[in-house]
């Protein structure tokens, strides 16, 4: 398996997504708009791809991840402790951010989302990296509001069969 920096660095550390309904349907489909490892280079390809077609998304949710390395000594911690916190080595942080008129991503004041998912051990050993299908698919989970919300759920890809 590659190392947990390596994984992260070949996806990129920050993704935008933008999940919609296809018409008729109901069926989601998800749109990436750009994914990086910096965060201002990554922000500012999805707002200048949102303004050039502002009516389309105007009052939507896009949708930000970024993904994080969890330290080892963090996860030795969390293996002995009583009450687990962390759900596997790469955490995804999830923010949901609506597009204003200007066409500006804010953060959505009400959001009231569980905002992360980990990538385990397990799904890592299996898939050896992690694909843009896999952030595809949480999106659509965000989306649906299927994420755990209760204080201390941990909420892993393995739950959800990513």
Do not use: W
């Not at 791809?49 to 911690?77: A, G, V």
């Not at 597009?99 to 500006?104: A, D, L, T």
């Not at 569980?114 to 890592?124: A, G």
């Amino acid at each position: 398996m590659s190392s947990i920096t390596q994984i992260i660095k070949d996806i990129g550390k920050y993704h935008f997504l933008y999940v919609y309904k296809v018409k008729n349907t109901s069926k989601k489909k998800v749109k990436l708009f750009c994914s990086d490892t910096k965060l201002s280079v990554a922000k500012k390809s999805t707002t200048n791809e949102i303004k050039s077609n502002l009516s389309r998304y105007e009052d939507k949710s896009i949708i930000k991840f970024m993904l994080t390395k969890i330290p080892k000594k963090t996860l030795k911690q969390d293996k002995k402790s009583k009450i687990k916190c962390v759900g596997g080595p790469i955490k995804v942080e999830i923010r949901v951010y609506q597009v204003s008129e200007k066409g500006k991503l804010v953060m959505d004041d009400h959001e009231n989302r569980n905002n992360s998912i980990y990538f385990t051990d397990k799904f890592l050993e299996k898939n050896k990296k992690i694909k843009s299908i896999h952030l595809k698919k949480i999106a659509i989970k965000v989306f649906n509001n299927k994420l755990d919300k209760r204080v201390l759920a941990i909420n892993t890809v393995d739950q959800f069969k990513i």
